[in-house]
């Protein structure tokens, strides 16, 4: 059974929403947690997000009766209640720098939506958490947990996971914090570093890393690999610029003596003593926690004067961006990335 599915919508359209095919039938559809999960990905109020606060309830059309999945396509709508196209009329032709702005022109020959990034908007994540938050529900009765945490905002990090030691408890605390940190007081700092780049009219990025417990040994193969079906899906998060799993590009200045991971007998299971490999193994799942890192640039859109071009007077401009932004997405977009590697991880469970 192939799992697939395709996002549509658009920022400031009707709405946003997707269509999931391959699902199995019977899945459980518990709209409370689903509901929850879209809540994370929610602005959050206090200057740390963007004051563009939609409700994000969705609505399934198809795909589900009885509050179980049928196994035919699921169709689920979120409806766009917050927009003020007015923002973007005024700049449409000027190419917001970072954007999609110039290249969806380009690929669309000029008729792409244009308010607010139109397809190319954050706001398409929305869809994603939801599914996601299906992928979540079924790998959880395959006894699997994926989680995830804020790793760095600007210069402020937080205390990394023990690779080979991740477990269901700490993903649960994580997952009900708005500021998901392992340390309290890196939650704090991070939260000052944002409301400096807002007060400075400028964005800031950083890092989140993610955990998938209880995979069983043998997902993924050579020609398909486990970190190749999470990254494709990890890179349709529209901000993700860079993915690495386990120590990395830290391998890169390592002497195997120093990083290859010892293996033992835990009773009947393999397991590794480290884990610096991320949990896969030529392409393969180990048994071992499977861990990576996402790097997510800081919001294109920012109030600083910059420079940019007339798309439609081929000239060079100047423009400053008004409207609602975030300062930093991370609080909001840890959700957004579980939700891509449960869909990778559940996609993979069935294709084996």
């Known amino acids: 059974m192939q799992l697939r599915y395709s996002i549509f919508g658009e920022s400031h359209g009707p709405g946003i929403g997707v269509v999931i095919e391959g699902l199995p039938s019977g899945l459980a559809v518990d709209m409370d947690f689903i509901q929850s999960e879209m809540d994370r990905r929610r602005a959050k109020k206090g200057g740390l997000s963007t004051t563009r606060l939609e409700s994000d309830c969705p609505e399934i059309v198809s795909g589900v009766f009885e509050g179980r999945t049928t196994g035919t396509p699921l169709c689920a709508m979120i409806r766009n209640e917050n927009t003020r196209s007015g923002d973007y009329t005024r700049t449409m032709d000027l190419a917001r720098p970072s954007h999609a702005d110039y290249t969806g022109r380009i690929r669309y020959n000029g008729y792409n939506d244009y308010r607010g990034g139109g397809h190319f908007s954050g706001r398409l994540t929305a869809p994603m958490v939801f599914a996601g938050a299906l992928a979540k529900l079924w790998l959880a009765e395959q006894g699997i947990r994926v989680g995830g945490h804020i790793l760095r905002i600007g210069s402020v990090e937080d205390i990394p996971f023990d690779l080979a030691n991740v477990s269901n408890e700490q993903l649960d605390r994580l997952a009900g914090q708005s500021m998901p940190t392992i340390s309290e007081q890196a939650g704090l700092q991070m939260q000052e570093i944002i409301q400096q780049a807002r007060e400075n009219l400028t964005s800031v990025g950083g890092m989140i890393q993610i955990a998938v417990t209880g995979l069983p040994a043998g997902i993924g193969s050579p020609d398909d690999s486990l970190e190749g079906i999470i990254s494709r899906n990890v890179f349709a998060v529209p901000a993700v610029k860079g993915i690495e799993f386990g120590l990395g590009f830290g391998f890169g200045s390592a002497y195997g003596h120093e990083v290859n991971d010892p293996m033992r007998m835990d009773g009947e299971r393999v397991i590794s003593t480290t884990n610096n490999n991320g949990g896969i193994l030529g392409g393969i799942s180990s048994g071992m926690p499977v861990v990576f890192q996402v ?28 409207g609602r932004h975030d300062p930093c997405i991370l609080s909001r977009a840890t959700v957004v990335v579980e939700a891509a590697a449960a869909l990778a991880v559940m996609q993979a469970m069935l294709d084996r």
């Open 295 to 322: 790097v997510i640039k800081p919001t294109p859109s920012i109030s600083r004067e910059q420079q940019t071009v007339d798309m439609e007077k081929l000239t060079d401009a100047a423009l400053v961006i008004h």
